[in-house]
């Protein structure tokens, strides 16, 4: 029956159940806030659907080439014999670094610097070194894992069975 629907449709069913509760998610937030609520007429480059238009094409146009092309630099990482696999200790803290700097973005950039300081009493002025070290921390912590590990396998490959 599945490989039926899948001649017919072209994918899974759970793809086809995934996509209507995706849209029925959109619809039922369009319902809750409103159209209204997505275009801002005065200012419109402050309107949530420019900035989610222009989100997916930064994405789909500049970023995931960009990261693509990266990634595919380090797989070339995999031809060279090294007893510890490198990949993985650059992917997971490059990962970090891109998650966090889209999280912490606004704070960076200072958007919304009057509100943040209003609220809070403080400057947007140590977001980004703030960043950078957290960045330079979690490539540095998977340095020291990845050193550790080199360590050990090189450990356990002159020792000598007994």
Same mark, same amino acid.
């Given at each position: ?6 001649? #017919?449709?072209?994918?899974?069913? %759970?793809?086809?159940?995934? *996509?209507? &509760? $995706?849209? +029925? =998610? ?51 990482t995999r031809r060279i014999p090294v007893? #510890?696999?490198?990949?993985?200790? %650059?992917?997971?803290?490059? *990962?970090? &670094? $891109?998650? +966090? =700097? ?16 209003a609220a809070t009493g403080q400057t ?23 050193a550790v590990r080199l360590a050990t ?10």
């Amino acid at each position: 029956m599945v490989a039926r629907f899948r001649a #017919v449709y072209g994918s899974h069913p %759970l793809h086809l159940l995934t *996509l209507i &509760a $995706g849209f +029925t =998610l959109f619809g039922a937030v369009i319902a809750t806030i409103g159209w209204r609520a997505l275009w801002n007429p005065n200012v419109w480059w402050q309107s949530i659907a420019v900035w989610f238009a222009a989100a997916v094409i930064l994405h789909d146009l500049v970023l995931f080439p960009l990261y693509a092309l990266a990634d595919r630099v380090l797989t070339l990482t995999r031809r060279i014999p090294v007893p #510890v696999p490198v990949l993985n200790h %650059l992917r997971i803290p490059a *990962l970090g &670094a $891109g998650l +966090t =700097l889209l999280m912490f973005l606004p704070g960076i950039i200072a958007q919304g610097g009057p509100a943040y300081t209003a609220a809070t009493g403080q400057t947007q002025e140590p977001f980004l070194g703030r960043w950078l070290l957290l960045t330079a921390a979690m490539f540095g912590a998977s340095a020291v894992v990845y050193a550790v590990r080199l360590a050990t396998t090189h450990r356990s490959s002159t020792a000598t069975p007994e």
